[in-house]
């Protein structure tokens, strides 16, 4: 397989896990280049469901190498949690995970503070996961930060620590906030730091070594385009770079090393917490919500549902350079009688067909829709193009022209044999 970029072309929770866990049958390298625990992939494997936050999909398909890269934040007692999650689950992970030396770590100290920060926001909030990313991403740039290779030091670290944690700790008594102990902080991570020690190592290194020896790589996208720092609906968004640029600084492996990128996106639309949303539709999301769809896999907040947006993922095609579509999800539609897909925004007067870089003009923005006729049958057990109901083929045609991108994948259903490939 090709080195592969895969992000979600949506506001994240596009059922990348899956797509990915599909994918990684034909890679030797499974990485995840940004974000960070408050991510979440699904992969349902028979009659186990597995919920990943940090650790690659990949890990999940026998002796795939599994990498956390340079551009991800780690929460090091939360990766030991889900380690031995797994373990308890049969999957084994030593020797077939690797963790960036060069990786940021989330301190308890960064959860405090965007918990403290995101209460005062009220009505403005953002709708965090408060894990304490953005806050680690802040020391980041700042040039504060602990990194891996600060963590595994026992020495090293605690003096690292004494020294954030002073200046942390005032910053904590001035929102009212309990300060940290020193102490308990150091112990916590000192022991998830020795369990982590033989995974961390030069990850850029070794990614190159595995493409100069034609090893195919599969980059992990967490989260979705439009929560993009750069790209998306800004305030309203994550703290990394979701798009396909930043699987390149997050892992060190240079753009031209790079074959494909492939965007995944739902049949219909959703999002998580706070922003702008033009296709949120009521009905829908009861319906989907009655099915016990659309929860979230690291918050389990319901999410907000809508119809397909083709102004949204064409805007992300655009972006990213998406070269395929996979489409998951589409079972979620197979009840419905008139399905609305939008094709343009209004906004003052005006007609856009791109996503306007004001959130608050975005806010105002009404959809132009075209319907499409529902196909009334299930879907979950089509396994070919044909098995799909002449309707359902139609739309997912109309979606693949809307967006400007050939579809390869369409998912109907969470089971890893509920799975399409059109081409």
Known sequence: ????????????????????????????????????????????????????????????????????????????????????????????????????DAAHVVLPYH?????????????????????????????????????????????????????????????????????????????????????????????????????????????????GTFLDLDHGTYPFVTSSNTTAGGACTGSGVPPHRMDRVVGVMKAYTTRVGEGPFPTENQEISDLLHGMGREFGATTGRARRCGWFDTVLTRHAAMVNGIDQLAVTNLDGLDTVERIRVCVAYRCGGKKLDYVPTDGRLLETCEPVYREFPGWRAS????????DLPARARQYLE???????????????????DQTIFVK
């Not at 959860?111 to 403005?124: I, W």
């Open 1 to 100: 397989m090709a080195n592969t970029i895969l992000v979600g072309a949506q506001w994240g929770d596009e059922g990348k896990g899956k797509i990915i866990d599909v994918l990684t049958e034909q890679a030797d390298v499974v990485v995840r280049s940004q974000g960070g625990n408050n991510a979440g992939h699904t992969v349902l494997i028979g009659a186990q469901k597995y919920i990943l936050h940090l650790i690659p999909s990949g890990i999940l398909r026998g002796k795939k190498q599994c990498v956390i890269g340079n551009g991800v934040v780690v929460d090091p007692v939360g990766l030991v949690r889900e380690i031995e999650g797994l373990e308890a689950l049969g999957v084994p992970v030593d020797g077939k995970l690797f963790i960036s």
């Open 379 to 386: 879907t979950a057990d089509a396994r070919s193009w044909k």
């Open 111 to 223: 959860r405090l503070l965007d918990e403290q920060r995101e209460v005062r926001k009220g009505r403005n909030k953002i709708g965090t996961t408060k894990r304490g990313i953005g806050p680690t991403y802040a020391d980041k740039a700042s040039r504060t930060g602990i990194r891996m290779l600060d963590l595994i030091d026992p020495e090293r670290f605690a003096e690292v620590l004494r020294l954030r944690l002073r200046e942390n700790n005032a910053v904590l008594k001035a929102f009212g906030a309990k300060p940290l102990s020193f102490a308990k902080v150091e112990a916590e991570y000192r022991a998830a730091g020795e369990r982590l020690r033989p995974l961390v190592t030069n990850t850029v290194v070794m990614l190159n070594r595995a493409i100069r020896r034609r090893k195919s790589l599969l980059f992990e996208g967490a989260q």
């Open 398 to 416: 109309a979606v693949s022209s809307l967006v400007g991108a050939p579809l390869m994948i369409v998912s109907v259903g969470p089971a890893r």
